[in-house]
């Protein structure tokens, strides 16, 4: 259910995870559990915060919240966590004594929107559920010879058994049984993250066979993207998984070369690009919007066309981004900091990236060191967030610092365009 205002339509539905101080079992007995309930839903009622389940466990809760579209996550959680507190001292006055200061809830927080995270949830609902049903458990079989179905009767064809040769399917090298969807919903259950014990359960699922790979994907995007939205780059990151090498270099070359920019070693940008799911310290680049960068870049090359594989792009592309980090430092330590590895820095720099690599090509040149001089041709420019390119945000964004630094470039065969142009108005007329 949307909300209306006078000017808009939307929801803001928030997956929310409190603990209480130390992390005690604060909530270990049932009274406990209903009067944190009740601190909860009072607090978010006085500040039109809609209330859509609340999951009291011994030592944290799980919460589901429609949060007023006009609220930031920091406000909302400052009033969920301040105004609880306050509310569960006044009506169990006995909780300062493990508590005297004053404050019940530990100061980090656990905030997302809805259908991003719901692992933790997702497990609590398999673990305590005696019936768990996740119809979004979707596997295909990859193999017709590791199931089999026995029918119970004749007369009941539809209805039998499945059997699983897991042996047969764990010796293939490859996938004999895929998971289209469902890994962010079982992630907690195998029991490898702290705080969460392995659960051995019985749940539903949907298995289909013979699809082909691109059934595979559409299926997973049907599913994700068209019903409930998940991370771009996630997607974009199964895409990958699922799709030969050399069909997504002709299809996909920009997803291709982003993806490989990310698993090569040899890449400046090896291991630092999130490809959804869990995200990871040190993952500073989403994987969708440095695909969109690349293909800025090849659509505005001439001569990256040149080149008639995208492994070639692709090595060129690196060289490129090996000479910008030699360029920008600073940019690759501190990520934070900068602009140039997040939104429209990084499209701007794929932008520059674009005249950079044509004037190396143009002069039969591809390395690092060769677009490392074209890039320091130029004026020095602050790449930080307070720096020289402050207000200048999206597409547009981007394309105004790409015109104002390569305006600047010069190389040993060409003038830089100010230059040019400067000539051009000193001829007479």
């Not at 020289?388 to 790409?402: N, Q, T």
Request: proline residues 4%.
């Amino acid at each position: 259910m949307y909300k209306h205002s006078w000017s808009s339509v939307g929801a803001n539905k928030k997956h929310i995870q409190l603990t209480p101080k130390y992390r005690y079992k604060m909530m270990q007995k049932d009274k406990l559990k209903v009067f944190c309930k009740v601190a909860i839903e009072e607090a978010c009622k006085r500040h039109n915060i809609v209330v859509e389940i609340v999951k009291v466990m011994d030592e944290h809760v799980h919460m589901i919240a429609d949060v007023p579209r006009t609220m930031s996550d920091a406000k909302a959680m400052q009033i969920v966590k301040g105004l609880s507190s306050y509310l569960l001292f006044r009506i169990c006055p006995n909780l300062r004594k493990r508590y005297p200061k004053g404050h019940f809830w530990t100061e980090g927080y656990f905030c997302d929107g809805v259908g991003e995270s719901n692992y933790a949830f997702a497990y609590e609902y398999v673990k305590n559920t005696d019936l768990g049903f996740w119809p979004e458990v979707f596997l295909c079989s990859r193999r017709n010879d590791v199931i089999t179905f026995h029918p119970i009767s004749q007369e009941l064809p539809d209805l039998g058994i499945l059997e699983i040769d897991i042996t047969t399917a764990q010796a293939d090298p490859k996938i004999a049984i895929s998971r289209v969807d469902g890994n962010h919903r079982l992630y907690y259950s195998d029991g490898a993250e702290t705080g969460y014990s392995r659960i051995e359960k019985l749940v539903s699922f949907c298995l289909a066979y013979d699809l082909s790979r691109d059934e595979e994907i559409q299926l997973f995007k049907d599913i994700n993207k068209n019903q409930k939205p998940m991370n771009t780059s996630h997607l974009d990151r199964i895409e990958v998984r699922l799709t030969p090498e050399e069909e997504l270099k002709r299809r996909n070359p920009e997803l291709y070369i982003a993806q490989r920019l990310h698993d090569d070693p040899k890449s400046p940008l090896h291991n630092r690009i999130y490809g959804g799911g869990k995200k990871l310290v040190g993952f500073d680049i989403p994987l969708r919007g440095l695909k969109t960068g690349i293909e800025y870049m090849l659509t505005r090359s001439t001569q990256l066309t040149r080149l008639p594989d995208a492994e070639g792009k692709y090595r060129v592309i690196r060289n490129f981004f090996s000479a910008v980090k030699q360029w920008q430092p600073k940019a690759w330590s501190t990520p934070k900091d900068y602009i140039l590895l997040r939104g429209s820095g990084l499209w701007a720099i794929c932008f520059i990236g674009a005249q950079v690599i044509d004037r190396a090509l143009l002069q039969d040149k591809h390395s690092a060191k060769d677009m490392l001089t074209i890039l320091r041709s130029g004026q020095e420019w602050d790449w930080s967030r307070k720096g020289d390119f402050v207000g200048l945000g999206g597409r547009a964004g981007a394309l105004e610092i790409s015109n104002r630094v390569t305006a600047k470039l010069q190389d040993e065969s060409r003038m830089s365009t100010e230059q040019l142009f400067d000539e051009i108005m000193s001829e007479n007329d």
